[in-house]
């Protein structure tokens, strides 16, 4: 699986169908579970230095807006210096995981829009083999199905395209 | 002394002129090598069910037959199997075949070689009409008989499900 599809898997982004092929992965792949879990740590020290940011963004709005009334300060929260500490330790704990799972990332899967499916060898009797895919800019996964007579492999691509149904609805 | 010189390369001149051309040896035909004899065309197909995918619960066409892949997960989360097209496509190395799929979309598919007797190998793309390529390619080695199916594609409030089987 790829880091965008897996990034679009943790914004929420994939259709249905696909994110339960994700699930699938992730109960099978601790692996790919801890990269899961990396993203939810970035996601949640980038939030809370949001957080920060927007608090003193909007203290410097009611600033400007008492300045411009002409009306003295008052009941002005002075900013603890705590919060910048927090908010700079936050930024730098993220762009440290971002960096290490970018290097992670250009180590393990040096093609990620060009898959080579190890299915040639996977029940290469029973089943067609996969030799080579290329979902291009899109996401997709392969799989195999099996039942009592064949295992069949399965190339899912992902199709968000908004347009087409209204490309294909009569006019 | 100039005047010399003149004729003498005036005479030089003509002389090469006049003089016959080499014979110039017609090439013989070049005869066939063995290995480059056209090779017997290999005849293969593809047989294509166009297959669209709901949570309409209407259950699978009968048209479609029996195709166990569908009860299997993910197919199984969808309610409602239309068969929208069966077809056959014959296939050769020379040409590609194309099929047009109801979501605008063109599946092409072209026999590249067959690495052992009874297997082939072929190669499957879909390109979308703005000139985009929704599939760029898949390569695949099969037998005569084998599937395998290409999902995901929306349309019209559920998915296509092409299922590509080799047939002789």
């Keep these: 699986m790829t880091p965008a599809r897996l990034m679009r898997y943790y914004d929420g982004e994939l259709p ?13 792949e601790s692996e790919l579970r801890g990269e899961l879990q990396s993203y939810e740590a970035i996601g949640e020290c980038v939030r809370q230095w ?10 410097l709005v009611d600033d400007v807006m008492r300045a411009i ?24 704990l993220g762009l440290a995981a971002g960096a290490a799972l970018l290097m992670r990332t250009l ?15 996977h ?26 007579s064949s295992d069949t492999p399965v190339v899912w691509t992902d199709d968000d395209d908004s347009d087409d149904d209204q490309r294909n609805e009569p006019l | 002394m100039k005047r010399a010189w003149f004729a003498l390369c005036a005479v030089l001149s003509l002389a090469s002129r006049a003089a016959p051309a080499a014979p110039v040896r017609a090439r013989p035909p ?21 297959l669209h995918a709901t949570h309409d619960k209407k259950g699978v066409d009968p048209q479609i037959g029996a195709l166990p892949e569908l009860a299997q997960a993910p197919f199984s989360s969808f ?5 929208i097209e069966r077809t056959r496509l014959p296939l050769s190395k020379s040409e590609a075949r194309e099929l047009k799929l109801p979501n605008g979309r063109t599946l092409e598919l072209r026999l590249r070689d067959a690495p052992e007797k ?14 985009k390529d929704f599939l760029p390619l898949l390569e695949v080695k099969a037998k005569a008989g084998q599937a395998f199916i290409v999902a995901g594609q929306s349309y019209k409030r559920g998915i296509l499900v092409l299922v590509i089987r080799i047939v002789k």
């Design chain 1, 16 to 28: 249905e169908v696909a994110a339960r092929l994700v699930e699938h992965e992730l109960m099978a």
């Design chain 1, 50 to 59: 949001a957080e920060q940011r927007s608090r003193g963004h909007d203290d």
């Design chain 1, 69 to 92: 009334a002409g009306r003295p300060y008052s009941k002005r929260v002075p900013r603890r210096r705590s919060s910048h500490v927090l908010a700079w330790v936050s930024l730098s």
């Design chain 1, 107 to 121: 180590t393990i899967q040096p093609a990620p829009a060009s898959l080579v499916v190890p299915s040639a060898e």
């Design chain 1, 123 to 148: 029940g290469a009797a029973r089943s067609v083999a996969i030799e080579s895919v290329d979902f291009g800019a899109r996401g997709g996964t392969v799989f195999m199905v099996s039942t009592t």
């Design chain 2, 30 to 50: 070049l005869a066939p090598e063995p290995h480059k004899l056209a090779a017997p065309e290999i005849v293969v197909g593809a047989e294509v069910l166009v």
């Design chain 2, 79 to 83: 309610e409602g199997y239309a068969l």
């Design chain 2, 118 to 131: 009874d297997s082939v190998r072929l190669s499957a793309s879909i390109n979308q009409p703005r000139g």
